[in-house]
Every structure is written in structure tokens, then in C-alpha cells.
């Protein structure tokens, strides 16, 4: 489907799930609290993030934000998490919010499995839980919001498969751990086989989420490898680093580039030519989605739901993805600020 499909269908779910939203439990409460009836609940949500101060993640609160505001001024969010990629340290963060009793928590799994007890505590003390972006699908979170991390993978293969003519040597920068870098691997390799049945996968290496690192790692695959004519960067990170590997090695315009998601230095390094394109996820729609369905999690109704003490919230919501080059990625200069 075109951008403009995708983009349609996302703003439909945006309008219903919002709405069931409001019906639920009243939007306008400004009106409520200044009409001489009894003041609303001060009511407090958390984003959780492995990666704080990320332009990701950045995107992904001010999605949550909107969706505070728009609920009402009632709703107070506040973002949560470490600035190193730790899944312990983003479990503490979590354990503490479920101490203080935070009325609903949006939170992104940097490893699926190790935040499994951490999201069930919350959970069996009544804080709806709801994954976004990389999801722990073992735990007993409500709901997860974000990219279908498989059909992101194969979306990146057919366009690398397209780049290379269906021949020739790929490497792929990843590390393992989050379930959803194995999931785009995973439809990756499937494109490739499908799109590219002479492409192969020469190299993986493990950049540890690290762009240094990643430069580190590209640069030797690179050398060990000198037929590799291109490179999937599985996420936000290895693109800088993939890009210098390159640059360094003096392979600018022999080894094609596909990077993840928009942040800054992957922008500048696709409107100057050292990167071809990159795997745009909606991380805005991502922390606004699951801002609605905390609250609406929070806000039993009459609806019969598969959760008792919760209000009936979908288990998947895709956000959607698309391939991004030079002439898309402009609008996405302009990071929100936390």
C-alpha cells in the first residue's frame, strides 16, 4: 500500500479508538471541573523507554502528550527510563512507578524477556501496561502499539532486493536481544529469498546498539567481506556508523545503505547521498495509540473485556511503516522537544 493508504487507515483507528475513549469516560473535563461539580482525579501515565533522550522516543512522547492533552487536563504524563541501552535499569523504572501506583504505564521492551516480571507486578496491581515499539509479548502486558516488526524487515528486503537487482552480497548491522530486531531480520531474510533469490546475507555483525560500535564492527565485515554491496542497518543506530565504515574504506557509492527510522543524523546522511534510504516507522503514532488505550485500559465500562478490572482494549495496533528517501525525510528535521 502507498503512504497515503497507510497513513488514512492509521488516522481511521486514531478517530475510533479515540473516540471509544471519550465515550467511555468524558473527554472535555475542563468543563467538569470548573461547572461546580466535584473535581476530577488527577490521574498520572509514564512512558518507559530503554533509550531515554533518543529522537525516537521523542517523537513517541510527544505522541503521548497530544493524547494527555487531548483526554484532558486531568491527565498528567511524565517519561521514564535510562539513557544506556539496559533492560535491568528500564525494569527499575518500572518497578518504581508500580510503587508509586502511576495510574497507567506506555513502555517500550528493550529485551522482551527481561521485563517480564516487572510488567507483570504492574499489571497484578492494576497498572494497564502497554508495550509500544519493541514489545515483551510473554508478559501479560494489555495490548502492543508500533510496526509490524516482520513486515518493517520485509519491506526493507524487497527495497534492498530492488537496489542490488537481485544479486550480490548484503551484510546486516544488529544485536541480538529485543524481539523485534529479530523479527525484522526475520522478513528481511524472507524478502530477500523472494525478491533477491541470488542476494546473500554475508555477514551479521553485532553493533551492541552503539554507532562507534557499529563503525567498528561495519568496517570489519566490510574488509572480511569485499563483495558485500550493501547494507541493512536493522535499527536506529548502525546508520552513522554504517555510513562511516563505508566512508572511511573508500566504497562511497559501491555499497548501498538502508538504515532505520529519522533521527538527525540519519537525515543529513540521506540528503547528502551517503545513505539511499531508511525504514520510517510513526513512532508519534505509536506513543499517542498507546496513551489512549492506557486510559481507556484504566477506565472499565460495561463492555465485556478478556481482562477483568480493565477496560476492553485491542491486543495489536500496527502504526505502519514505509521506505523513506531524500525527498520524504525533510519533515522530519524538526524533533520534538521533551
Known sequence: MNRSGRIGRASIVVG????CVCA???CNRSTTQTSGTAPVKQEHYAAVVFLSGSEFFNWAYAGMRDAARMLGPHVQVELQGPAEWDASLEARSLEQLTARKIDGVALTAGEANALIPAIDKAVAAGIPVITFDS????SKRLAFVGTNNYNA??????????WLGGTGQVGVSTFPGPDHLKKRLDGFTAAL????????????????GDVAKAETQITAMLQANP???GIFCAHGNPGPGAAAAVRNLGRKGKVQILAFDFGTPVIELIESGEIKGTVGQNPYLMGYMAMLLAYSAKHPTD?????PGFGPVPE???TGVSILYKADIGRYRTVPKV
Open 227 to 229: 563483495g558485500i554491496s
Open 153 to 162: 524487515g520485509f519491506a526493507a528486503g524487497k527495497a534492498m532486493a530492488e
Open 135 to 138: 514489545d515483551s509479548p510473554g
Open 303 to 307: 463492555v465485556p473485556s478478556g481482562r
Open 24 to 26: 467511555a469516560s468524558g
Open 316 to 318: 495489536i495496533i500496527d
Open 193 to 208: 529469498a523472494q525478491f533477491g533469490p541470488g542476494i546473500k546475507i554475508a555477514a551479521t555483525v553485532n553493533d551492541e
Open 16 to 19: 475510533l479508538v479515540a473516540a
